[in-house]
């Protein structure tokens, strides 16, 4: 039997919105477009214990929740915690399946140790905390359908395990509306029939029930009983560009402090590079000064690169020409028109070797970055 791995954000675009202003934390709170017409995206749990869900209109949810503050989203923003999330996890798991932007399965078959599962999926939930400042669900199954019905158990911070045994137990008394793969629309209709929760279902020959569902009928009694698909497909994830930023927490007109930021950028970038094995052919610096004017500056590279070294290098380079000594609030260092990384296996371990070799000198000298190899400087010319 496989162990699938659920995990879930909690309440993701809000908590996304209370990293940014903690006053927000406990309150009623939504995302959503506060205007005619518009939507709730998520919200705050103690939101829901006033009936407000995702995709209420924003008017109504103010009606149930007078104290509702709704806030309008920042996409970009939430993009950005999930690629970090996610691609931290994927280093650790690679047979991951990223199900949407809050959302992944991983077959832990063969990293999961068998009788102290709890305890390392609680391990690593808390890791993710600390690592992400991210709070999600978990849930551990034999198939994905149990493991996504065990990470929705229970939130904020959840960690269900959905055994073969505890399935009467956790699954079969909750409402048949909560059951993964039950629509808005079908969920009342079973209920007209008498199959009012997950058990029911579980447990129903009727023949009316069958001819409602059709031929999801055989496929949800048995995800009911405790089977499902437990296949995770490994995504092509294929970026573009990557970027990584820095906000300061006082405004900086320090050369040295921005040079380190840039340092540490770059180091973010290019091991993002390294794990998809691509490199870069453009780079680029986002400078944000204080009265929030954000610019941004690229250069082309007249060969792809990759590397820590090399990508701080060329953010420097566009750095030191473009910046005018204005205090900056947020720095950012990225890498454009990425490719696939060509370069033989002979050649990519004699960068390792030599780029490992500049990372020591560099680390015996007050400040790293200042050794590159020559054959980089050349090029640059
Ligand atoms: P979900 O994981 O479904 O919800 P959630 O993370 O907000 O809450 P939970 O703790 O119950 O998992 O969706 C992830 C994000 O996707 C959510 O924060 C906002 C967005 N979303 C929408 O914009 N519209 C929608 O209808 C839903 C369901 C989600
Ligand atoms: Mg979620
Ligand atoms: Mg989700």
């Known amino acids: 039997?496989?162990?699938?791995?659920?995990?879930?954000?909690?309440?993701?675009?809000?908590?996304?919105?209370?990293?940014?202003?903690?006053?927000?934390?406990?309150?009623?709170?939504?995302?959503?477009?506060?205007?005619?017409?518009?939507?709730?995206?998520?919200?705050?749990?103690?939101?829901?214990?006033?009936?407000?869900?995702?995709?209420?209109?924003?008017?109504?949810?103010?009606?149930?929740?007078?104290?509702?503050?709704?806030?309008?989203?920042?996409?970009?923003?939430?993009?950005?915690?999930?690629?970090?999330?996610?691609?931290?996890l994927?280093?650790?798991?690679?047979?991951?399946?990223?199900?949407?932007?809050?959302?992944?399965?991983?077959?832990?078959?063969?990293?999961?140790?068998?009788?102290?599962?709890?305890?390392?999926?609680?391990?690593?939930?808390?890791?993710?905390?600390r690592v992400t400042n991210l709070k999600c669900s978990i849930g551990l199954g034999s198939n994905k359908f149990l493991a996504k019905m065990g990470s929705d158990y229970k939130k904020p911070l959840g960690l269900t395990i959905m055994s073969q045994d505890n399935i009467p137990k956790l699954l079969w008394p909750l409402d048949i509306s909560k059951m993964y793969g039950v629509g808005k629309k079908t969920a009342p209709r079973l209920k007209d029939l008498g199959i009012n929760t997950i058990g029911d279902l579980a447990n129903c020959s009727d023949m009316k029930v069958r001819k409602t569902l059709g031929n999801l009928f055989d496929y949800l009694k048995s995800e009911a009983n405790g089977y499902g698909d437990d296949v995770v497909s490994i995504e092509a994830f294929d970026p573009k560009s990557i970027s990584a930023e820095r906000t300061f927490s006082e405004d900086s007109t320090s050369y040295d402090e921005l040079k380190s930021m840039i340092k540490s950028c770059s180091e973010d970038v290019a091991k993002e590079l390294d794990y998809y094995q691509k490199d870069a052919i453009s780079i680029v610096i986002k400078l944000r000064s204080s009265d929030f004017k954000?610019?941004?500056?690229?250069?082309?590279?007249?060969?792809?690169?990759?590397?820590?070294?090399?990508?701080?290098?060329?953010?420097?380079?566009?750095?030191?020409?473009?910046?005018?000594?204005?205090?900056?609030?947020?720095?950012?260092?990225?890498?454009?028109?990425?490719?696939?990384?060509?370069?033989?296996?002979?050649?990519?371990?004699?960068?390792?070797?030599?780029?490992?070799?500049?990372?020591?000198?560099?680390?015996?000298?007050?400040?790293?970055?200042?050794?590159?190899l020559a054959k980089d400087l050349k090029s640059k010319k």
């Not at 009788?115 to 391990?123: A, I, K, Q, R, V």
């Open 90 to 129: 994927k280093k650790k798991f690679p047979i991951l399946e990223q199900a949407s932007i809050d959302e992944c399965y991983i077959d832990m078959t063969d990293s999961l140790p068998t009788g102290n599962e709890y305890n390392y999926l609680f391990d690593l939930q808390m890791e993710l905390y």
């Open 294 to 372: 954000t610019r941004s500056k690229r250069m082309s590279l007249e060969k792809p690169i990759n590397g820590s070294d090399q990508v701080f290098f060329n953010a420097m380079m566009i750095f030191d020409k473009f910046y005018k000594g204005e205090p900056i609030r947020l720095i950012g260092v990225g890498v454009e028109k990425v490719v696939e990384r060509i370069a033989s296996v002979k050649e990519n371990k004699e960068i390792k070797k030599e780029d490992t070799i500049i990372q020591e000198l560099n680390q015996d000298m007050s400040f790293g970055g200042k050794i590159f």
């Open 1 to 88: 039997m496989k162990k699938i791995v659920h995990i879930d954000l909690n309440c993701f675009f809000v908590q996304a919105e209370t990293l940014k202003d903690s006053s927000l934390k406990n309150k009623c709170v939504a995302v959503g477009y506060d205007g005619r017409r518009g939507v709730i995206s998520t919200c705050s749990y103690p939101a829901r214990k006033f009936g407000v869900h995702s995709g209420m209109p924003v008017s109504e949810a103010k009606r149930i929740c007078p104290n509702l503050l709704v806030i309008p989203g920042h996409y970009q923003y939430y993009e950005n915690l999930s690629r970090n999330f996610f691609s931290f």
